[in-house]
């Protein structure tokens, strides 16, 4: 009581009937126990505090003016907004108490609890709990300091538990969170009362996600369209309290598309466990999808025009993508092109024109008469093959019994570095980038002994199929509808390049850079015998010659026992339609490879430079023949001059080159005078417009300005009467 008090008893006994001020701060420490039980976000532990609180300041004839909740904030950091609002509180209001039910409610680290209580002794306001007797006598505080760092240890035992806990789950390959999209975690009770955790498969999105990691795999597609195209089809998030479900999109499939969980590994703490969980992608397709996504770092690009061609083609000048444009004549026509993506982002120097892509589609199907083979020879090839394939088998069976040692030698490895881990020896980051080599060696030991299984008969099957396939190859691109050629195009050809002709009617010429296994067997095919190490262009590889003699060394035929054993999924889906006689019939589409709705599509030089039927080009021949000029059929037929003459050139008709018929040159006077242009004189006495001028001027009448009208005078004083 201060010295004013004892002066003035009336002072005192005022002092004494006034209430103290207080506020109440309440926490729990996650959300689902502010949530459990149902109410307004509050669950069992809040309201309990709230009354306790309540209780207390009603003994110590106070009143809770202000309350301050928490709603799963964690004790060990002071960087809590209703804590922090309560501190600001204090220093701004005359408050003289701060209730808790319990030390631990304010902190369960010793900093913190010393730093808050420095904070409310600096605002005159003493620290209550509702359960422990602290005070500011010597036991009090002795009382506030061991219950302190009582609260702090159980907070760190708990974390250390915790942790031990998941570390142990996460090591025999159980889900320490949330599972992704996908799955579902699942709980369920066993006969003895004991709940399971586990995960199961979303059998509403799991087909999504094998989607698409299949999808993405052929490199078709970027992660945008992909999403936009799964998002269509009703893939969207698994839905929250708070956050309802949305469709997917780019930034989600991202997420899904780099989760290494579906295929089969559990992440804790920034090392991998093998998952119990059921794998939606196998190893080979989630490293497949990880090294596109890599060679995409700097974004994807959105294709406007799509096209069976497209990821086949490429500039042989620069080496960048051929791609595709559909420019508008001022008539409304549409040109379809193939570009050079070098030379249109001026990255390279290259001079690649562009070229409609009906051309290219006749050349490229011109390709496949390049690389099939003859009948006979098909058959030598085949016999060679087989016999070198059964000298293999005993090689196949010595390198799978060093795979099998390699694959013991890296899980012993893996299962060190875990110890090694534990006893403190490995830092995280380390680990890490060990587990991820040791990892990849795995995955790639797995995909050669799979693909090095015995399967002969497979194999034999599908070398059968392909020397068929590339027997008449064709007949079968040409009567393939446009998704199938793209499968021919993708199986038989790594890259087709367009290169510069000058002596072509086109002005390119294509050269293809072959796909295995048809680079090994037509490459080595056109080897001839006794020159087994004479690299030889897969680009310029034609019918197969009787003469020629295969010569395959036992390494080109291990390798291609490979490629038959496990095909490119292009070339088994072609092999399996041959098989089924899918190719017997003609099944292209009857509608253009190429269309646009703003006008009609040119599809060749010959229908961009003549709208004319036969008929026509007869007619328009003719009539040139007869003294006709090019001015005077182009207005006729409704072309352009230069169309015509590229018709009378085709005809082999000699163009009458720009000349003026002397004889009409009073009347082209008259007309130019009467304020006619130099091309609307030429349509009339049939010559060109420069034609006109040079006669005019030669006789002396003076050519107008571009728009102006020149002087009247008489044809007859033009010319010298």
């Not at 380390?430 to 060696?441: F, N, P, V």
Request: proline share 4%.
């Amino acid at each position: 009581m201060n010295p004013a008090t004892v002066a003035n008893p009336i002072n005192a006994f005022a002092e004494a009937l006034t209430p103290k001020v207080a506020v109440s701060y309440l926490r729990v420490s996650t959300t689902g126990q502010a949530r459990r039980g149902g109410g307004d976000d509050e669950g069992f532990s809040i309201p309990a505090q709230r009354d306790a609180n309540k209780r207390k300041a009603a003994i110590m004839g106070s009143i809770i003016v202000k309350e301050f909740v928490d709603r799963g904030a964690s004790a060990r950091s002071a960087n809590r907004p209703e804590l922090q609002r309560m501190l600001e509180y204090v220093n701004d209001h005359d408050v003289d108490y701060v209730i808790v039910h319990k030390l631990d409610r304010l902190a369960r680290n010793r900093s913190d609890d010393v730093e808050i209580v420095r904070a409310l002794e600096a605002a005159n306001v003493q620290l209550v709990s509702t359960t422990e007797a602290i005070d500011q006598t010597p036991s009090g505080m002795l009382l506030h300091g061991i219950m302190s760092s009582i609260a702090e240890f159980y907070s760190r035992n708990l974390a250390a538990e915790v942790t031990k806990g998941l570390t142990t789950k996460a090591q025999r390959g159980g889900t320490v969170s949330k599972a992704p999209i996908g799955y579902l975690n699942h709980r369920t009770v066993d006969d003895q009362g004991r709940e399971l955790r586990t995960v199961i498969i979303d059998e509403e999105r799991a087909q999504f996600v094998k989607d698409a990691y299949g999808l993405y795999a052929t490199g078709a597609w970027t992660v945008a369209a992909l999403a936009n195209w799964l998002a269509e089809r009703g893939f969207t998030t698994v839905p929250t309290p708070k956050v309802p479900s949305k469709p997917m999109n780019e930034k989600y499939l991202h997420r899904v598309l780099t989760n290494p969980y579906y295929r089969g590994i559990v992440t804790y703490k920034g090392i991998q466990y093998d998952g119990r969980h059921e794998r939606l992608v196998s190893d080979e397709t989630w490293l497949k999808v990880q090294g596109i996504l890599d060679s995409h770092y700097n974004g994807d690009r959105v294709r406007k025009h799509n096209h069976y061609l497209k990821n086949s083609l490429w500039c042989g000048q620069c080496g960048e993508r051929m791609l595709v444009t559909h420019s508008r004549s001022a008539s409304g026509d549409i040109y379809p092109y193939f570009y050079c993506a070098g030379r249109h982002s001026k990255r390279t120097n290259c001079t690649q024109s562009s070229v409609l892509i009906y051309e290219i589609e006749r050349k490229v199907e011109d390709l496949y008469l390049r690389v099939q083979l003859n009948a006979t020879f098909r058959g030598h090839v085949e016999a060679q093959m087989r016999a070198e394939l059964n000298d293999a088998r005993s090689e196949v069976e010595r390198r799978r019994v060093e795979l099998k040692k390699k694959q013991e030698q890296l899980n012993r490895e893996r299962g060190k570095l875990m110890e090694a881990h534990y006893a403190g020896a490995i830092p995280v980051d380390l680990l890490g980038q060990e587990q991820d080599r040791i990892s990849k060696a795995l995955a790639s030991i797995k995909t050669e002994l799979d693909a090095t299984n015995e399967k002969w008969e497979l194999i034999e099957r599908n070398l059968g199929l392909a020397l068929d396939l590339a027997t008449d190859t064709h007949a079968a691109y040409l009567s393939a509808p446009e998704h199938i050629r793209r499968l021919f195009n993708q199986a038989f050809f790594e890259k087709i390049l367009i290169l510069p002709d000058d002596n072509d009617r086109v002005g390119v010429r294509l050269e293809a850079e072959l796909a295995e296994p048809f680079d090994t067997v037509l490459t080595n095919a056109k080897r001839p015998a006794g020159h087994p190490g004479e690299p030889r262009d897969s680009s310029s590889i034609h019918s197969v010659a009787l003469t020629q003699s295969i010569c395959l060394s036992k390494d080109t035929v291990v390798d291609l026992r490979r490629e038959f054993e496990n095909p490119c999924p292009h070339l088994k889906t072609l092999s399996l339609r041959r098989s089924r006689g899918f190719y017997d019939h003609d099944q292209r589409s009857s509608e253009p490879t190429v269309s646009d709705s703003r006008g009609r599509v040119v599809r060749s030089l010959g229908m961009a430079q003549t709208l004319l039927r036969p008929e026509q080009v007869d007619d328009l021949v003719a009539q040139y023949r007869e003294g006709a000029t090019l001015v005077e059929l182009a207005s006729v037929f409704g072309v352009n001059r230069r169309t015509v003459a590229t018709h009378l050139t085709r005809r082999e008709v000699t163009i009458r080159r720009g000349r003026f018929d002397p004889s009409r040159i009073h009347e082209a006077a008259d007309l130019y005078l009467s304020g006619l242009t130099l091309v609307e004189v030429g349509m009339k006495v049939g010559a060109g417009p420069q034609a006109v001028r040079r006669a005019l001027a030669s006789h002396g009448v003076v050519i107008r300005p571009g728009g102006r009208c020149g002087s009247r005078i008489t044809a007859s004083t033009a010319v010298g009467g």
